[in-house]
């Protein structure tokens, strides 16, 4: 059962990504949305559409599937599939990639590599 609750409230956010049991992606264009990354980090297994940034991520995490809402049919298919899919190895691609890449200690470094390099070339 899906349940739409518009706007949510940072406060509460951690605790309904906890109780949820998967992460589900309907826009046709994003940049990098934070809501793809903080579904990640609470280890949940995404169903995200063709988007070379989104389907970036997922593919590097290993935590869920792309899907083309074009194509009605096949989006069905593939997400009854990943269902019945291990959704335990799932949650844990997403939290340990989201361990390994977006932690602010990890990024804040790469930022911080980055800028050197700009400023020393």
């Known amino acids: ?18 109780c949820s049991d998967v992460y589900i992606m309907s826009s046709l264009y994003e940049g990098l949305p934070l809501t793809l990354l903080e579904a990640l980090s609470s280890g949940l297994p995404c169903i995200v ?3 070379k940034s989104v389907k970036s991520i ?5 935590s869920g599937i792309v899907v083309n809402y074009n194509n009605i049919s096949e989006t069905e298919s593939k997400i009854k599939k990943f269902l019945d899919s291990d959704f335990l190895k799932l949650k844990k691609s ?3 990639f989201a ?3 977006l932690d ?3 990024i ?3 930022y911080k590599n ?3 390099k700009i400023y020393n070339d």
């Open 94 to 96: 997403s939290r340990k």
């Open 108 to 110: 804040s470094k790469k």
């Open 58 to 62: 997922i593919n590097k995490s290993k």
């Open 49 to 51: 559409p063709n988007i």
């Open 1 to 18: 059962m899906e349940i739409l609750l518009g706007h949510v409230d940072n406060k509460i956010i951690n605790r309904l990504y906890s």
């Open 104 to 106: 602010w200690s990890i």
């Open 99 to 101: 361990e390994k890449n």
């Open 114 to 116: 980055l800028f050197f």
